[in-house]
């Protein structure tokens, strides 16, 4: 899934070329490139699939020039992640009718991906058997407020136990609870399915959205499907796979562990994963300048001679013909600002 | 005379496009624009000559079409002012061997236009019937150290008087010093002169640049001119016309007066000139955003979307490739911070 917009890391992300397709930790790789390759162990480059909005697929095709160009799937406009998992699951069906799939986020991050390929090799050995939907957990590291939780019937870290429940973003009491308890795990985004699980839920769940792929399904693969698809796809409900399907099935399971996984959903988290100099200054750029300042994310995309002085606590990001400057404590702001 | 770098405007001013040719203040024009306009009262286009570097030859085209090619003066390299007046003055003479001249820097900021021009004339009057040379002070408006001064024998505003001494750049006590006497001025770097006075003063007080003239001279406005140019005028004693004559001739007189004049030499000067609003923050740009912010001078000069949240007393400049943030009480820095 890489339809995103990334709007709290703007300047960085802008609806042009959003978070996924950006070397945002100045690797040399961008988070949709990083994601390909963390899912390397367990799947052939051929058999990825990408749902991205129209405007992103030659960013895509760029990027991921393995990937087959059917593959590359375009949507519309964005429904939120329900008619985006159902589009791609009634596709890669008509291709091969017993897959097993993983559901990824593009845009995030995971440190540590031996770990993640173990888990997912086992996620998908056991949607092999059975009739499961097996979601990722993340063992929290704090008590975060800004993610979703799942609720695990047992705190059995790397193996398959079932989820209790969905929690959604909790207020901090609520968060250090979680921490504190030992059964609440982040909820990163990620499903493993067999194909006809997912669409039997669908369309149990979800039978508008259902109906229409049912309808769009003849089309697919021919040059009826993007005039059908731009018919069809802007009528379906807009409505995420958790409030879809995750809080009503009873097939769900969760494998969680501590894998290092970040959203990268704000500059504070991207802070954390830059290498910082002794006064925490952590820089992406090639020639950034640093004088007085302390505490300090300094990101610049474009070729630039940056010089930067007496600042302590500040985000200072450029990006093409943005530019942000704004304390990190304020950055739960940056979305209005830039509005 | 349009030589200059302006390396404390960094990164407003670079050594590709320097200050003159950058409309510093937003208001359309660049300083050496607007430095045209202010003597179109007294000078008719095709009366101007600019002395600029080779690398700006085309930036001076560009900005000042009405300019004659042959009177854009191109120094092969920057010899101080003392070899470009003496290049401009040997071939005015050439051309019109009993010119009125005035001599100005391309980059500084006269507000009161109508005053500047008055005393121009009654300057170029003084010179059309006598062998001297005059200069153009201004009243001190506070104890600057960043300024030479001129002593003068009388404090009569506006009128012209003999000249007792040049002043460097004074420390802060002698400013205040030369602030409460009332004899001194800001030396403007602007100079009134016949082409014959100043060609025999340099004869007498700078022979060696005056003997490269004089072998220079009958090249000028022939294909000869740009190789010999090339070869010779590198030779010139490096050193300014204030060291090279207005320090040793005895014929120099000043007329003072309050003109609302700047050198706009460094970002705080820029800042006074500049609409602030009531929280004392001035911007130029597209699209200038600010949040939280006090005391700022943002200076955008390409098409930008800037959101500054946070600071007080900063200087934020984003030019091109190249940005800076600074506290405006560092800015004399900024050279090094640039190097």
Redesign the interface.
Known sequence: MAGGIGSRLW?LSTPDVPKQFIDVLGVGRSLIQLTVDRFAPVCAPDHFWVVTGEKYVNLVREQLPAIPADQILAEPEGRNTAPCIAYASWKIRKKDPEANIVVTPADALVLKTAEFAGAIGKALAFTEERDAIVTVGITPSRPETGYGYIHASEALPGQLVKVSEFREKPDLDTAIGYLEDGHYFWNAGIFVWNVNTIIRELSAYAPQIAGIMDQLEPSFFTSAETPELRRLFPTCDKISIDYAVMEKSPYIYVIAEDLGWSDLGSWGSIQTHLKADEDGNSAVGQDV?L??CQNCIVH?S??????????DG?I?A?SK???????LS?EQ??KE??A
Do not use: A, M, N
Request: with cysteine; aromatic share 10%.
């Open positions: 300047p300048r004088f007085d610049t474009s070729e630039k001679t940056v010089v930067v002085e007496g600042l500040y200072v450029e013909d943005r530019l942000l400057i704004c304390r304020q702001h940056i600002y830039s």
